[in-house]
């Protein structure tokens, strides 16, 4: 078993996609999606499937060396989590997603997905 390299001390903070607020924003000709928290701004890096989870905090640690870093998970059948980089304290721009990730994060804060209610009841 691999041990992984981020102290849970050092973890980036996960936290609930609807406790967060969207928004879009333009920089180097594109619109990136954008979001706050705590009175911060923070920009989309990407967006993991329930899948890939392992390797969230482990590349959040190694993000942290760029900026602060913050984990949104969505609620709901199809689980994503969405890594967000502090835009005051990013380093390096280019880690920034940019143009077309501003529709799946939109929607996945405000999408309804029938199968959830079906598989519920």
């Known amino acids: 078993m691999k041990k992984s390299v981020c102290p849970l001390a050092n973890c980036p903070p996960l936290i609930i996609h609807e406790h967060i607020r969207l928004f ?4 180097n000709g594109e619109v990136c999606t954008g979001m706050m928290w705590q009175g911060r701004m923070f920009g989309f890096h990407t967006c993991l499937t329930e899948h890939q989870r392992h390797q969230l ?4 640690y190694e993000l942290s060396n ?10 709901g059948c199809d689980q994503k989590y969405y890594v967000w980089l502090d835009l005051t304290t990013l ?5 920034l997603s940019k ?18 209610v079906q598989s519920a009841t």
């Open 99 to 116: 143009g077309s990730a501003f529709s799946p994060v939109l929607q996945a804060k405000v999408s309804f997905d029938p199968a959830c």
């Open 24 to 27: 879009a924003y333009y920089w």
């Open 91 to 95: 380093k390096d721009l280019s880690l």
């Open 66 to 75: 760029q900026a602060d870093v913050v984990i949104s998970v969505s609620s």
């Open 57 to 60: 905090h482990e590349s959040g």
